[in-house]
């Protein structure tokens, strides 16, 4: 079965064709970070624009570098939230009209499930149940993937999410939107251990996380040092930082895997490339004899391809929808 599947949720503009859920067929992208890098983050009004100019033009890309013609397209899968409404939209009512044209079925696909879906693409053998960390630009989570389409969220950040927090520090940095990479690559040069940096809990919720405090924290260190002059160490204090985050992140994903019995965590999302996360994961995941799976980097960030992947399983599930079907900005992810 081959899936036309569109993302459009935040500042990519993707088209992939996916056949059976797990073979790429093709996956265009049209990025649009240079243009937002100038605000220093992404400005809703000119996403949606931007997805309107790519999208048509990305479609017929992703279908020749595929190999197929319309009449090969046996479905449309298309995120339909979460994400900025206006980008959303255009990514629904494009897939829609492609939808009701080629006379195929309409499959809704909710962001994050597609980005747990993209270790369906990189590792054949994956199959639920596992517990996914599911860490991006707006959401942080930990879920139990029961089965494809049935999930149960067992933690998540009750403020920012974890890449919302590396964009905020880089920026406060002067470093580039988005800013998990930069503050990754400037981590590397530091061994950190010189900035006390809060490690948030939430009581009575040990799976629950929260990064508002930490982030304060860093746009006042930089913020008190602009004011008294003084120089920051800002490869240190990205270290501090991202080992914030994951000090966060890791122990809760393995305390979840504790408390469900899941043998098997699966990374999800663009902060699923940290490479200080990535290694945490690593060590903790051998310790704890449970199996890892860490999306290739190319496959973390938001892609058409993911929503090919979790649109086959939502269409098995029988999951599809009408034209009614609407954009969401929030939506749970059981839901
Ligand atoms: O999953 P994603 O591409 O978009 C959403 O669905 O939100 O995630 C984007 C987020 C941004 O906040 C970006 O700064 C972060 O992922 N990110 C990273 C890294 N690469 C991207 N965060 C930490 N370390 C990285 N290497």
Known sequence: MKILAFESSCDETAVAVVEDGRKVLSDAIA??????????????????RKHVEAIAALTEKALADAGCTRSDIDAVAVTYAPGLIGAVLVGLSFAKSVAYALNVPLIPVHHIRGHIAANYLAFPDLEPPFLALAI?????????????????????????AAGECFDKAARVLGLTYPGGKPIDELAQ????????????????APLDMSFSGLKTAVVNLAHHAKQVGEEL????????????????????????????????????GGVAANSIIRADLERECRKADCKLYLPPLRLCGDNGAMIGAQGYYEFLAGHTADMSLNAYATRDITD
């Open 233 to 268: 160490d800002a490869s240190a204090l990205a270290r501090d930082f991202t080992k914030a985050v994951s000090d966060t992140l890791v122990p809760r994903a393995m305390l979840a895997a504790q408390q469900t019995g899941r043998k098997t965590i699966v990374a999800a």
């Open 136 to 160: 991006s630009g707006g959401n942080t989570l930990i879920i139990d993937v029961r089965d494809y389409t049935d999930m149960e969220i067992l933690g998540s950040t009750r403020d920012d």
């Open 189 to 204: 040069k530091s061994q950190g251990g010189v900035y006390q940096l809060p490690h948030s809990k939430v009581d009575g």
């Open 31 to 48: 990025s649009q970070v240079d243009i937002h890098a100038i605000y220093g983050g992404v400005v809703p009004e000119i996403a949606s």
